[in-house]
């Protein structure tokens, strides 16, 4: 038996709910699917970057406490100096006899670098983590979405549920929550990066000059690529900075605009009650442009094309 009733024998009421299980039916293929693919992507990433910066970390790491090899050259430097002392038949001043031993501190750098290397290292187990548990997420959902299908509900049932499903995953940004993990991806990377520059400068200038040139250069490019949309709401170089970097522009130009409007309305001596009122539209082109960029849709009032 079909699971789609014929629409002439179909109520209307009925006929509503199977049409709208069917439009949804392929929007609940992708959203799994997307979600496995973005979460996928990151524990590949996430699993090899996370080695790079551990093999970094083992290195660096006994920076943080004091190096026994050293301890042991200075004692056995005084004790030359002793014995050196004693076959010359000088008197030998017991308090510069005693080693002492002063309390080891860590050099600022290597306090630097190791504190960007372990949160990059954590940031990017962290962001394995959730992927594991948006994967397992994405398979409920389509058990959940699915299962309706095999309990003999009504077509009326089944469209509540997955109302009710489709509700709860928006409510709680499921998109959102995807989005995030790779925007901590991106901030892993970038303090591993921010520690490697730290790193190589008390080493070699040669080589941190170069290192550091190279990584300029790489940042330059994911501002442009940050920017652009901004520019040109058509660009498809958009990385989790362009929201950011959004979020300022937009309302920035907004206080601009009114403030400029101000300005002018104030020496044409408009009353201030007019004046008031003009942040509004502002606010509403704000809004508007933030919605157009984040949909990727032509921005309102510009219906022509170059």
Known sequence: ??????????????????????????EDKYLPKSWEANTGSVLTFTGLFAATVAAFIIENYKSLSPDSGDQTVALLTQLLAVAANASNHAPIDAAHAIAVVEPFKAPPTAVVVNVLWFSSLLIALMCALLSTLIQEWSRDYVRDINRRRTLGESTRNRAFNHIYIRLGVDRYGMDRVVY???????????LFIGGLAVFLFPINDVVAGTTTGVLGSFLLLYLAASVSPLIDPSSPYRTPATYLFAALYFPFMTTFRSLSDCTARSSLNVQSGIVSQLGTPANTRNTRAFRDLISRTVPSGHCTLS
């Open 1 to 26: 038996m079909s699971d789609e009733p014929k629409t002439a024998d179909t109520p209307p009421q009925d006929l509503f709910w199977t049409t709208y299980l069917k439009d949804a039916e392929e």
């Open 180 to 190: 995030w993990i790779i925007v901590l991806v991106h901030l892993a990377v970038f």
